[in-house]
């Protein structure tokens, strides 16, 4: 239990930072490079974002779990990683030649001439090694690092819109670096063995099988800002943008306790599959306490957030923002579900057919309404492409397990977090857009929240604290 609470809180010290960094600086560079600049950035990493997902094909997840299985043999770890990371190496070689023979035809060639970094990135990225040792200490404290000196760069050198070359290289060269970081603890695990090309591309197939899923996934994610920006303009590329900054820190925050059990949970099924259906309830109901008052928490503070941390320019994203916070509670679940449930017992075909079906919603509503709708077509794509990849991954889990919502306590949740909404909305709707309000607000939505739940006894946090039976003693 020790191991995974550290790790829990390693993870989201990582994840913190992975965000909150960047979202620290997105006051700076919002005001800095204007709606038009960050439209730009965030088109352009899409269209890069495309080529990076090709690299290793499906390493990040498909690699996590080959580790997590040997992890307890140095051995074949050692054989395990130089396989995967041989095979990482060439697909990536591939990559950069395809991409090489494009973006000599693409507007703003320096932008993606720049990100190359990024796909360097990717070759020297071992991230899914220390997550399937389920070492995330040394990824915290690499990251956390790399991400600190990217924060001072940016303030030294990103205050004004030519200064956009400036942050393409700051924020393509964080994973390069990092990563090229851990490489310097590796030979901790394990020693240098030869492997044969045909081990190597034994992985082909397997990894190709989760790659399947990665495309899909990326169509969905970055398809959006893609099409935006084709139909629409770079200044709307940057509300969309920003308007997703604000789920998007909750949804990592909230995703990163599922994320730390993923090698437990894979080494757990492989030995004993009965506990399951016990670990997916306990992580279910502790994360839908979490991401439902944080859904809440977004609409009560949305209005006096916009404008000291985005900039006046981006008032217009007050409207946008709470119609995307749903995806809050929708793409966590989604994820939990694929960590927990499907990827320990190996149903990638599963996997791959909710990503698919998803990436197909994403196109028909991205073609259909953004040309019209522009950046509300957008919202509505994602917002429905999220929606379809949970709901057919709930729908298996309910098919092939035992497992049942809580519906009774999801309910004290959303209760509680309504409650915590109409209280922050009544007690601060009228206090100036600033800094101190957004923490006054914060207070006392957690504090409000806290008690309800509380009262209600529905509060995970209690019951930990109580020593009841929780998800901890499961995997322990």
């Known amino acids: 239990m020790k191991k995974i609470v550290s790790n829990i809180l390693y993870q989201g010290v990582y994840q913190v930072l992975k965000i909150l960094l960047p979202i620290v600086t997105v006051p700076i560079v919002s005001k800095a490079l204007g709606p038009e600049g960050i439209g730009t950035f965030n088109f352009v990493t899409s269209i890069v974002n495309m080529f ?192 997703l900054q604000v789920s998007t820190i909750f949804r ?41 008052p944080a859904m809440f928490g977004i609409m009560a503070t949305n209005r006096q957030i916009i404008d000291w941390f985005f900039g006046p320019e981006f008032e217009f994203i007050q409207h946008t923002t709470p119609w995307l916070s749903p995806l809050v509670i929708i793409t966590p679940l989604g994820l939990l579900v694929l960590r927990l449930f499907l990827i320990p017992r190996n149903q990638i075909k599963s996997y791959n057919m909710s990503v698919i079906f998803g990436a197909i919603v994403s196109i028909v509503v991205n073609f259909l309404f953004t040309p019209i709708f522009h950046i509300w077509g957008t919202i509505a794509a994602i917002l429905a492409s999220e929606s379809f990849v949970t709901i057919i991954r709930i729908i298996e889990v309910l098919r092939n397990s035992q497992y049942k919502f809580n519906y009774f306590l999801i309910l004290k949740y959303f209760v509680s977090g309504f409650l915590m909404y109409w209280i922050v909305v009544k007690t601060t709707g009228d206090l100036s857009s600033s800094i101190v309000t957004t923490l006054i607000q914060g207070i006392i939505g957690v504090v409000v929240y806290f008690i309800l739940t509380a009262i209600m006894n529905a509060n995970p946090l209690l019951d930990i604290l109580r020593k009841k039976d929780n998800i901890f003693d499961l995997l322990s």
């Open 52 to 243: 990076i997902m090709a690299c290793g094909l499906g390493l990040a997840t498909y690699g996590t779990r080959e580790i997590a299985l040997v992890q307890d043999d140095k051995e074949k770890l050692s054989k395990k990683f130089w396989e995967l990371e041989w095979f990482n190496s060439i697909t990536v070689f591939f990559v950069l030649l395809v991409y090489f023979s494009v973006v000599f035809f693409l507007n703003d060639r320096i932008f993606y001439f720049v990100s190359i970094l990024s796909i360097l990135g990717s070759l020297f990225d071992i991230s899914w090694f220390y997550r399937g040792v389920e070492d995330f200490k040394k990824i915290t404290l690499a990251d956390g690092f790399i991400k600190t000196v990217s924060f001072i760069l940016i303030v030294l050198f990103v205050q004004q819109k030519d200064d956009l070359i400036w942050y393409f290289i700051i924020q393509t060269s964080n994973v390069l670096l990092s990563q090229l970081i851990l490489w310097m603890f590796i030979f901790k695990y394990i020693s240098f063995v030869k492997v044969s090309f045909k081990t190597t591309f034994s992985h082909l197939r397997p990894a190709a099988s989760y790659f399947i899923g990665k495309i899909a996934i990326r169509i969905y994610t970055d398809l959006n800002k893609t099409v935006l920006g084709i139909f629409s303009t770079s200044t709307m590329v940057g509300f969309f943008s920003n308007s």
């Open 252 to 292: 990592t925050l909230i995703g990163t306790f599922d994320a730390v059990l993923l090698p437990r949970v894979t080494n757990l099924t492989s030995k004993n599959s009965n506990k399951m259906t016990q670990v997916l309830s306990y992580a279910i109901d502790f994360q839908l306490f979490f991401s439902i």
